[in-house]
């Protein structure tokens, strides 16, 4: 109650937050005159004398108001458009690493370029991140024209672009891009052998266009780079041996859950067994060293129990198929993940083929994280405020609309079946139709909207088929004042150009649009339809000049004709088929409606059979109802029902957060590991030597190895010097007399430890005479890097099989989260150790291979980023030659190539910079014909 007083007094926290912006709004039109005299070239030359400003130490801030200034003074001249007040504050918002929320309509696309001018002028780029190509090449060539005016460099990262175009993408001063090339982009740099062949610059700035969409609803899923894994088909049939020597009392299993768990005499049995077969790495099943082995017990089990054959899935052409458990129906080329495929494959004694193995991945959360600044702007944040804050520290600010919203908002409709509400939707749709009020329905779900289509056909409407160039044509007649024909649009295509044009075209009078999912779009539903649309679809062909220009201004004409009466009718009127699980996809939805001050109504048509009225007590309600006498075709409507509706949306909503939180804490740990890989990898690529940590490497693993086989606090006699020589013979390849060194009179560990570190340096020093320094420079590091690489890819997946494992700590009342903190921790250092070891073992008996393996037997890489709703991998068929090249292919074998013609640059192929240079001259490639590479 007082809350509410203070409120209307003082205003709320939010609208004393705007305020604020206010006198720098006032300081920017008060330059306004003074800019617009200015001549092209003046206002251009601008850009100089900020970043002169900047150079000589000015603040990023203190150039705000007249930076602000200039942009919307070109935006004028470039686009023929003007920032509105609230535009600045919105980019004022955005330059202050926060989220501003702004109603559809109120150009968010034009809002960003405030902001962006400002901290491009600081040279060290700018991401504008949209939700996909589409959006990116639109804005980049739209809002390109402002930057471009004013001197800026402006580049595009779009699916399909090779290395070399990427890079000078990123070397731009603003650059748009979608969220996965990003991610991806990043995945690959490190994955690369050479600083110059990364492609991105350090992450500076990035403002996130549709920032629920990209940083709460598809970062439900991390970004994914794999490839085939090494052939383990025998282990999975040495473990599919073990399984059918279980007796039911050695496992429980819960159908229910579809789970299957050892119970403690099964996990003796199973331990033995593995043990007898050499399977294990040290005595106990779930010693952390045997996480791998556990996973694919596991999965073993899982096959075995919880999988039928002809019901789960059958056996074809050598194959094991999945049946779908909804339609029964065959699925051919889809494969259960994590190893349980192939675990199916060895019970049903086929050929079990490959996994793919993760060889890169990170979360959104995680990427866009390391940028500097970060900043976002949507029409629905406010929901989400709370994990915006949390996760990426970015503050929701909820700008005014420029003019007051004039749409009015109906109370839910409430029916007790689907079948009733959908009777009352289809009476409201014709309604509009008549009265020519353009209609735009939104659903849940792509078979939500074609079931509604399906009812429509049965009510004498007709649906668009796109493939008709008629399609596109208006769907009223603006002279006679007519509809035409009962028709219809269904949109449900993701991320189409062609779909963008049809939401464009919406708000034409009479338009009946379904949609499944309104956010990211990236299009307006402008009343009468969209001119520049509209102009750039039926004009693309004709040429410039005065019939291109009369046509025009007829297509602007008759859209004015079509305004007026789409005004008349009542503006857009928006339909809501159910209430989705947050509030923000509803919100996004009635936002379409009332932009720009247009009137508007939305009305959301509600049943008990709908998904979110079934989980929290439909049957009490339907029960009621009855009870009440509410009729068929009746429904109840009550301002009580969307408070009840908004609370259980808000408890999913906080359970979706927790579940993401907690999800994103396990992958924190995993994103420390990484980014110490990372930055490792970067400083061995940047170093020109790395002999001396090779050295350090090689004279850790005898440190390590002497300690073992001879204790300090032991006696010589105590010293096992044979299992000492034995491992020097195995690491090292080298043959020492240790046995014979530990039966010499006085000899410490000191001295045993100096012969074996004298000895490897020499056997080293031997090789680097043989090959010489420049090749076995190139070699240590390739070497080195490679082997990183290998262990690290080893290292994501057992940590992938621990998380799976790590709850059932729970049960021994141990907290999940810090139990794996800590055995990833160990995991981590026994990388490193591992790292040492391998990398000395290597280079001890290296031999420089001079014939690189065929490039046609190399494998594919694929990038993944799964849809958190539909579970669809977008991005599946995303195969990089180029990539895999990276990935394989060592970049010493690219060395002396005896394919290479001394003059014939052209038969080269890719050279190493530190190579020597086919030409023959003797001097690296960097020195010679590579100097300007």
Known sequence: MLGAIARKLFGSANDRRVRGYQPKVAAINALEPEVAALSDEALRARTDAFRKQLAEGTDLEDLLVPAFAT?????????????????????????????????????KTLVATTTVYLNALTGKGVHVVTVNDYLAKRDAEWMGRVYKFLGLTVGIIVHGMDDDERRAAYACDVTYATNNELGFDYLRDNMKYELGAMVQRPHHYAVVDEVDSILIDEARTPLIISGPLDDRSEFYNTI??????????????????????????????????????????????YDIENVSVVHHVNQGLRAHTLF??????????????????????????????????????????????????????????????????????????????AEFGDIYRLEVIEIPTNLPVARVDDDDEVYRTAGEKYNAIIELIDDCKKRGQPVLVGTTSIEKSELLAELLKKRGFKQKDFTDPDAFRPLYDGDQGQTEDKVFAVLNARHHEQESYIVAQ???????????????????????????????????????????????????????????????????????????????????????????????HSHFFLSLEDDLMRIFGSDRLDGMLQRLGLKEGEAIVHPWINKALEKAQQKVEARNYDIRKNLLKYDDVMNDQRKVVFEQRVELMQDEDVAETVAEMRHGVVEDLVTKYVPPTAYPEQWDTAGLAEELRRVLGLDLPVVDWGHEEGIADEEMRERILRRADEAMAAKVAQYGPDIMRYVEKSILLQTLDHLWREHLVTLDHLRQV????????????????????????????????????????????????????????????????????????????????????????????????????????????????????????????????
């Open 506 to 600: 919406a708000g034409v009078p009479g338009a009946i649009t379904i949609a499944t999912n309104m956010a990211g779009r990236g299009t307006d539903i402008q009343l009468g339809g969209n001119a520049d649309m509209r102009i750039g679809h039926e004009l693309a062909d004709m040429p410039e000049g005065e019939q291109r220009n009369a046509a025009e201004q007829a297509i602007r004409d008759e859209i004015a004709k079509l305004k007026k009466r789409a005004l008349e009718a009542g503006g857009l009127y928006v339909i809501g088929t159910e209430r989705h699980e947050s509030r923000r996809i509803d919100n996004q939805l009635r936002g379409r409606s009332g932009r720009q001050g247009d009137p508007g």
């Open 71 to 107: 942009v919307r003074e070109a935006a004028r001249r470039a686009l023929g458009q003007r920032h509105f007040d609230v535009q600045l504050i919105g980019g004022m918002v955005l330059h202050e690493r926060g989220i501003a929320e702004m109603r559809t309509g109120e150009g």
């Open 308 to 385: 039928q054959r002809d019901k789960d899935y059958i056996v074809r052409n050598d194959e094991v198929v999945i049946i779908d458990e909804f339609t029964g129906r065959m699925m051919p080329g889809r494969r259960y993940s994590e190893g349980l495929h192939q675990a199916l494959e060895a019970k049903e004694r086929v050929q079990v083929q490959p996994e793919n193995q993760t060889l890169a991945s990170i979360t959104f959360q995680n990427y866009f994280r390391m940028y500097e600044k970060l900043a976002g702007m949507t029409g629905t944040a406010n929901t989400e405020a």
């Open 240 to 285: 599919d041996t073990f399984i059918p020597r279980l007796s039911k009392e050695d496992y429980d299993v819960d159908e229910k859950q579809r789970s299957v768990s050892l119970t403690e005499a099964g996990m003796e049995k199973m331990e033995q067994l593995l043990r007898d077969a050499g399977q294990l790495k040290s005595d106990s099943l």
């Open 806 to 933: 790590i709850g059932l700590r729970g049960y021994a009342q141990r907290d999940p989260l810090n139990e794996y903190k800590s055995e990833a921790f160990q995991l981590f250092e026994a990388m490193l150790s591992s790292l040492r070891e391998a990398v000395t073992a290597q280079l001890m008996r290296v031999e420089v291979v001079t014939q690189p393996p065929p490039m046609d037997e190399l494998p594919p890489m694929q990038a993944h980023h799964l849809d958190a709703d539909t579970g669809e991998d977008e991005l599946l068929s995303y195969t990089d030659a180029e990539i895999a090249r990276e990935a394989t292919l060592a970049p010493a074998a690219d060395a002396a190539s005896p394919r290479r013609d001394p003059n014939d640059p052209s038969t080269w192929g890719r050279v190493g910079r530190n190579e020597a240079c086919p030409c023959g001259s003797g001097k690296k490639f960097k020195h010679c014909h590579g100097r300007f590479a």
